[in-house]
């Protein structure tokens, strides 16, 4: 079988700067790409959580590393460009997987607020 590099986007908004909200929030993402993608912790070659500023209560990657097969992969937290109107709370996340070359595409997860990011990747909701 054939494997192909992919990129996989994400993006979630939080309901206050804690750590339980911001571990909901990340712990749902990422229960969604999962699932969408029918991805395997394994095979992410890496993950990059970026955040708005005014999110600092805890780091996404810490809360990611606590995930089953997840401490192995290689994770990063970086502030995200404030732009002046720009949506706030706002989690967004990049992943990297080595995925089956046959899976023709990617389902990119934007929820909650940051649907508004990507209103063209709107996906039905997980159940």
């Not at 911001?22 to 970026?50: M, Y």
């Not at 810490?62 to 989690?91: F, K, N």
């Not at 649907?115 to 997980?126: M, N, Q, S, T, Y």
């Amino acid at each position: 079988m054939d494997w192909r590099v992919w990129a996989i986007r994400g993006a979630i908004t939080v309901t206050e700067n804690s750590e339980a909200a911001i571990g909901e929030a990340v712990t749902e993402l990422l229960d969604a790409l999962e699932t969408c993608n029918q991805l395997d912790p394994s095979h992410i070659i890496s993950a990059t959580f970026s955040v708005t500023r005014d999110l600092d209560a805890v780091f996404p990657a810490a809360i990611a590393r606590r995930r089953p097969r997840w401490d192995s992969v290689a994770l990063l937290d970086v502030q995200h460009m404030h732009v002046e109107g720009s949506l706030t709370h706002c989690i967004r996340l990049l992943i990297h997987a080595q995925l089956p070359e046959m899976q023709c595409e990617v389902q990119h997860v934007y929820l909650r607020a940051a649907r508004d990011l990507r209103p063209d990747l709107e996906i039905a909701p997980i159940h």
